[in-house]
């Protein structure tokens, strides 16, 4: 038996040391034992159980149910145990179905098979999301067709398989007075020609029967009907539960046994039956709904690829790019209108005093170099309610390899408020989405900061970001973004200068516009509200912050920047990491315009020049692009190597040329306050940016080879 990881959640100290005992005994780890329902929680997501037994009634504020709701919904299988068994007790547990369900007294071996059989259950669970995964990639569909088709529904009708008479009516009177319609088979043939004729609910299935036909062998023919099945039995060895087991029933109930007792595990089946089939027809369509976003994609850079190149060798072999000039010109005019509006005052935050309670996720993922400083400089935060600290910190370790989870610990004991929330494989590694989503679950602020495992803020910070908030329709801040080790390299420099123009112009200038700014992985703050109403981040998006920026834009909200403060983070020292992150950001960049490109266009929430700014945002890779590329055959036609030819309008020609330089000098004038300087490192960056030529194509190869979306984060030294 595998060593599997069970955490108790129950108040009454003998029950609880007696479970462990049993549990102990057959070769379990029992994690801990936790008496109240947030601390179950907190463990739970910190400790990454297989399996938790939760006791509905428990000390504090939040009762089992509510406790097991937050467990769950992170991938984590509850078994309940309780003394009550009433309906009312059952309709609550329902909206978020456990494992199994175990009435106390508790018999040592009803336990062991519940426990056994919800840690198999679960396995199963998830080896079928992963095969309907599977079978979209290979483009093995046929049975996916059929389930979509299906119709759920949680209804009252019970057939009872049972040859012996008495026992079969006893079954047949209680769920009679329990509200069921019952009907009844004596053996395995019978139960099937039934089963296919009155498509029950569920079937209560006895495993010695008259017949051919056993109980086990009828529930394998059962399962391909849909239909779940709970054995009624009185053969509890290990060998028939074994051989049990592998139908993944929904209860194993040994006789004799009660009314509660039949009732929680009827209750349980039904419900639990509905919301796997409920999972399953969400998780088909959202994968169905990816894979047809990446043919958009594909199609989108066929398109755009065959058309450049096309104009390219155009005007290779005629020597002409006044294509090119019409084409610049179009960004020009936008760097143009961006520069000046941003010489205008940004609007001040309509409530400075607006302080709601703050939850900060931090993903992490062997971030053993820069977490604790992380932590530590977060935890220094001033943002408290008269005494009292307004906000709390959860770290999602995201399957970390390295010494990551024994810095968390060890930061744990000094800061009460720091959450550890783990992520183990399968889940673990799947995207910087998925990971956020988690700590959103776990998370009690009605505001999300959210900050890469290098961040490093001032103790202000919230004080001065989050009143933005309290405008009318913003769900979103974004603060600028600094490099802590902008002075190691010409790189890390540049990219400290990349970040101050995208401030000091672009975010800034898109605030005035009307709340257009946009969010970055680094130091953005939302509303808890609006996250959850677009259903959390897109695990499947390669850069999931603009794609949620993008998706409450066509949502009818706003988002603010806020100039007054900024998060630090450590620049990529070394050019291929570098380059690796960059094609990362341009891939995620072009796979939003492609995917949201019609959405945007059609929002009539939005203002036009809104949705324009978006696209045009979207679109800004392969614009400025196309800005090095001119500024390449400038040096070209320049040097005397190549005559080109450049017949647009001499207007339009000085403004396809100046375009890039206003945007690039105003944000770096802003940030050094010196003139002569701000020239020369505008030179430097216009040497920097033409790594964006090959990136450009770098990027749209990898879309259009890849068969299924990514995410890679970027490592950071410490240094």
Known sequence: MANEKILIVEDEETTAMNMKQVLEKLGYNVLAIISSGEDAVEKAAEVRPDLVLMDILLEGEMDGIEAAQKILSIDIPVVYITLYADKET???????????????????????????????????????????????????????????????????NILIVEDEAITALNIKHMLEDLGYVPAMASSGEEALKKA?????????????????????ETSKNILELDIPVIFITARADKETFERAKITIP????????????????????????????????????????????????????????????????????????????????IPAIYGIIITALSFKRPAPPKNPNFRPFVSIIIPAHNEENTIESCVQSLANLDYFIESDRNYEIIVINDGSSDNTRNVLIKMKKEYDFLKIVS??????????GYVLNDGLKMSDGEVIAVFDADAKVEPDFLNKAVPYLSDEDVAGVQTRVKMYNANKNLLTSMQNIEFAIFGNVILKAKDIMGGSASL?????????KAIKK???????????????????????????????????????KEWKPFFRQRVRWAMGNLETLFVYLVKI???????????????????????????????????????????????????ISIISTIAFFPVVFIGIYRETGNFATSIGMSIEYWAYCLYLIPLFFVAFLKLIIRRERTWAKTHHTGE
């Not at 336990?111 to 990639?137: S, T």
């Not at 897109?538 to 998706?551: C, F, H, P, R």
Request: with cysteine; charged share 30%; net charge positive.
């Open 90 to 156: 059952l309709e609550l547990v329902s909206l978020k179905p456990p494992h199994g369900y175990l009435v106390k007294p508790i018999d040592d071996n009803r336990l062991q098979k519940v426990v056994e059989m919800a840690l198999y259950k679960h396995k199963k669970e998830r080896e079928r999301i992963e095969g309907i995964k599977k079978d979209f990639l290979s483009k093995k569909r046929s049975k996916l067709r059929d389930f979509e088709e299906r119709e759920f529904r949680e209804g009252a």
């Open 196 to 216: 296919v004729e009155l498509k029950p609910d569920l079937v209560l299935l006895d495993i010695t029967l008259r017949g051919e036909l056993d109980g086990i």
């Open 250 to 329: 929904y209860g194993y109930l040994i006789k004799p046994f009660g009314e509660k007792e039949l009732l929680s595990n009827i209750k349980t089946a039904l419900h639990k039956h509905k919301s796997e089939k409920t999972k399953e027809k969400k998780f088909v369509d959202r994968v169905s709904s990816k894979e047809r976003e990446l043919k958009m994609e594909k199609l989108g850079v066929a398109l755009i690829s065959t058309g450049t190149l096309a104009f390219i060798i155009y005007g290779l072999i005629n020597l002409d790019m006044t294509w090119l000039e019409y084409l610049l010109f």
């Open 423 to 432: 992520r183990i494989s399968p889940r673990a590694g799947k995207g910087k």
């Open 520 to 528: 970055g992985g680094n130091g953005q703050i939302t509303l808890k």
């Open 534 to 572: 677009l259903e959390g981040w897109d695990g499947y998006a390669i850069t999931e912050d603009l794609n949620m920026s993008v998706k409450l834009m066509i949502g009818g909200w706003k988002i603010r920047y806020c100039p007054e403060t900024a998060v630090y983070q450590e620049a990529v």
């Open 601 to 651: 266009l059609i929002a009539r929430k939005v203002s036009i020049y809104r949705r324009l700014d978006a696209i045009q945002y979207l679109a800004s890779l392969l614009f400025i692009a196309f800005v090095m590329l001119g500024y390449t055959v400038a040096i070209l036609y320049v040097g005397f190597l190549i005559y080109f030819q450049f017949s647009a309008p001499i207007f």
